[in-house]
């Protein structure tokens, strides 16, 4: 009679059970807006178009990239972090939200390790050094002479002030002992017009977005700033191999506003990790995009995120850059 007489007053009081749970199994039941915080065609919209496409076929709902650019990722990420925890609004996190903005603003609108739950990494990468066709530098060395020559007269491009794109430039600036211009862009993407005319001469990018215009024969690759040459561009040399101890790379990672209920959080962590193995991602990444995959999912990030840190302290400080 104990047993049936709980088994009752369960049935009649379904309130205890909590509304979130009940609904979890139905998730995903609509369009999921998936934030990229970088302009579109750079290499942040790359990779998050191909994320959201494999998760779209593994998850059978469409996920839809939103481009929210501005701020060295700022303006993006804060929407990110204030979305409502339901799983329809995730979005790209990266070097950028998470190692550099917390050293470079001093108000920063968001804290990266309370609103925003971390959900996996998908690459990591190098940036390329690529300068236009008609520079008089065929690699690391000349380009580092030609600077030297005339400073003050050339220009390097980036996604904005405070980006990895930004800072690997001006780690190069300090080690290589040259003076060249920054001239900041909204997103990378806009810049490769300006870069192939020539109106700016340089610039740092992702791989997946710098590596397809130097293999076409638009711009010219000089070098990765990955410790050691890319697997994907080995033609390519690392600039260490020239400037010895110039290393700056980069990762990119999938998040979800702080409070997001945990079955979702495990549904889209083992959704990531199936789409990382999926064939045509492993294609694109190794081959196509110059990117590696780290381990995917949860566990050691906030290990990895402190060694990236301390990784990025010394571009940050030669830099002196102090955003607001």
């Not at 190098?126 to 690391?140: C, D, E, I, K, Q």
């Not at 024969?217 to 040399?237: F, Y």
């Not at 990030?301 to 402190?306: C, Y």
Request: glycine fraction near 10%; aromatic fraction near 6%; charge should be positive.
């Amino acid at each position: 009679m104990k047993r049936r007489s709980l088994l009752v007053a369960a049935l009649a009081a379904p309130s205890i059970v909590p509304a979130v749970a009940l609904g979890q199994g139905a998730w995903p039941n609509k369009t999921v807006k998936f934030i990229c915080p970088f302009a579109p065609g750079g290499g942040t919209d790359t990779v998050s178009r191909l994320m959201c496409d494999q998760l779209s076929k593994i998850l059978g709902q469409t996920f839809v990239v939103d481009n929210k650019g501005g701020a060295g990722g700022n303006i993006g990420t804060v929407e990110l972090a204030r979305a409502a925890p339901d799983g329809y609004t995730l979005g790209l996190i990266s070097v950028a939200s998470h190692t550099l903005n917390p050293m470079l603003y001093t108000r920063l609108p968001y804290n990266p390790d309370k609103d925003i739950v971390a959900i996996s990494r998908v690459a990591t990468l190098a940036n390329l050094l690529g300068v236009t066709p008609s520079l008089p530098a065929n690699n690391v060395a000349e380009l580092i002479a030609l600077c030297k020559k005339d400073p003050g007269k050339y220009s390097f491009a980036s996604s904005g002030p405070g980006t990895s794109l930004h800072l690997s430039g001006e780690l190069f600036k300090k080690m290589a002992g040259v003076d060249i211009i920054h001239v900041p862009y909204k997103g990378a993407g806009p810049v490769y017009s300006d870069l192939m005319a020539g109106i700016v001469n340089m610039m740092f990018a992702n791989m997946p977005s710098m590596l397809p215009q130097v293999r076409s024969g638009k711009l010219k690759g000089l070098g990765v700033t990955s410790a050691q040459r890319s697997k994907a561009a080995p033609e390519i040399p690392a600039i260490a191999e020239t400037v010895p101890g110039y290393v700056a790379t980069s990762w990119y990672g999938i998040g979800a506003p702080a409070g997001t209920p945990e079955p979702i959080l495990a549904r889209l962590e083992a959704a990531i990790a199936e789409a990382l193995k999926s064939p045509d991602i492993q294609k694109r990444w190794s081959s196509d995009l110059g990117l590696d995959l780290p381990p995917p999912g949860r566990a050691g990030f906030d290990q990895f995120l402190a060694e990236d840190r301390k990784l990025w302290e010394p571009a940050v400080r030669a830099s002196g850059v102090k955003l607001d």
